[in-house]
């Protein structure tokens, strides 16, 4: 990512909205974020009946914000993502670094006990999905993976011979390495050939390659077209890209894999609101359970501190891995 201290060239865009997207993929932040920070951009110029936000200040981002909570309902976490847009128009966009910008009060996200299966559960949704839906669901739960971190693996980052997983460009922009799961090789090796039919057939067609990085787009234009840069996950069918227009492979859409998810957990009876992101709270859990280090278990998560890495075990200290009751003792008596 780039240097957001150093200062930013001028904007090319006329309008705010585009502007702000110019921004926005000029400092590589991603698809999604850009998606959610027009949206509360556009949200905060209709609140205002269609004043100019460099028209407006302090005030009237609170009121907008105010509004957000007491007749939206919105989350903590989502206030503070409807606040981070904000900041980020003023600062990178209208370029304006006012006193009132760090005084608006962030809201405090409460934090929770994540959400986690035991094996019981996990083998009985996976046996509920069918083809790459469980394969990939069996990588997230054996690896830890993130589900954006999952969908944007490449073939060169699956190591068969050191029996490795690269994920590139992780959360905070870091790369980290994690296991191959052994009962996973024949599968994802399964999935390379279906991958690699649909990539001649692309390359047969003059489709143009799968997206790229920025910088490394730029350096080798037909990068995209190797194998090597293909998608371990590719959509069946071409689309457009968001940003570029241009028809090519997407990886597979992550709103698929999480409907196909929760339909076997319904299925599979599991009370629990699990998500795709719970087989990585379950892949640490089940880590710490089994002996292994919490420094270990933080590098494979790629997590910056290790107290994010600490809620595990907070969940391990709930029910039968922590203080007995008494009132099983007594029974014992």
Do not use: C
């Not at 019981?120 to 669901?137: K, N, P, Q």
């Not at 278990?297 to 039968?320: A, E, F, P, R, W």
């Amino acid at each position: 990512m780039k240097n957001l201290t150093a200062p930013l060239p001028p904007l090319r865009s006329g309008k705010l909205l585009d502007q702000l997207r110019e921004r926005i993929r000029y400092l590589h932040y991603s698809l999604r974020t850009e998606e959610a920070y027009v949206y509360w951009v556009r949200g905060f110029i209709r609140f205002h009946r269609l004043r100019h936000p460099a028209e407006m200040g302090a005030r009237e981002v609170e009121q907008y914000l105010g509004w957000l909570v007491s007749e939206r309902k919105v989350s903590a976490s989502t206030h503070r993502q409807a606040l981070s847009a904000l900041l980020f128009l003023y600062e990178k966009v209208l370029g304006k670094n006012l006193p009132w910008l760090a005084e608006i009060g962030r809201p405090r996200v409460q934090k929770r006990l994540p959400v986690v299966l035991v094996p019981d559960e996990v083998a009985r949704i996976l046996a509920l999905l069918e083809g790459e839906h469980r394969l990939f669901a069996q990588l997230l739960y054996g690896t830890g993976l993130r589900i954006s971190e999952g969908l944007r693996l490449r073939v060169k980052d699956v190591d068969f011979a050191h029996n490795s997983i690269i994920v590139r460009e992780g959360k905070g922009g870091k790369d980290r390495v994690v296991m191959l799961p052994q009962s996973l090789i024949l599968g994802l090796r399964t999935q390379l050939v279906r991958a690699r039919a649909l990539w001649a057939a692309d390359v047969a067609n003059g489709v143009p390659g799968v997206e790229l990085p920025d910088a490394l787009a730029r350096k080798y234009p037909r990068a995209g077209e190797a194998w090597s840069w293909f998608w371990v996950f590719p959509q069946a069918d071409l689309s457009k890209d968001p940003r570029s227009g241009v028809i090519r492979r997407h990886h597979l859409y992550d709103q698929t894999f999480q409907r196909a998810f929760k339909q076997a957990v319904r299925r599979a009876g599991v009370a629990k609101l699990a998500t795709p992101h719970t087989l990585r709270h379950s892949f640490a859990t089940s880590l710490l359970q089994s002996g292994y280090d919490i420094r270990t278990v933080q590098d494979l998560l790629g997590h910056s501190d290790v107290k994010t890495t600490m809620i595990y075990t907070h969940v391990l200290n709930v029910g039968g891995m922590g203080v007995r009751s008494p009132m099983d003792a007594l029974v014992a008596h």
